[in-house]
């Protein structure tokens, strides 16, 4: 028994590859070098008094970190954004 012409279902092709993945892999290994930077300005390091860090090594840590931390968040936001559109563009096809 076949089923009438409205009620089959075509099946749609897959969403293209759009590079949503390796953006969120790529977002949270710069987080975690930045995260491990910090840490290693704080404990590795000896920390930050009032001028700053206390060492060369501190400071380049430092830096480090600040780079990776904000452009991390930023590139998680933007891969999260992008995962959130492909599933809702997923949900509508279906």
Known sequence: MS???EHTRTPRAP???DGTRPLLQGALWT???GLLAAAATRFL???IGIHGPHT?????????AM???P???MLLLLGGAKYLR?????????
């Open 71 to 73: 452009f991390g968040c």
């Open 3 to 5: 089923q009438p012409a």
């Open 86 to 94: 492909n599933r809702r563009l997923a949900r509508r096809s279906r």
């Open 15 to 17: 969403l293209p590859d």
């Open 31 to 33: 987080l975690l070098v």
């Open 56 to 64: 060369n090594g501190g400071w380049l840590s430092l830096i480090v």
């Open 45 to 47: 390091f000896g920390g």
């Open 67 to 69: 780079m990776c931390l």
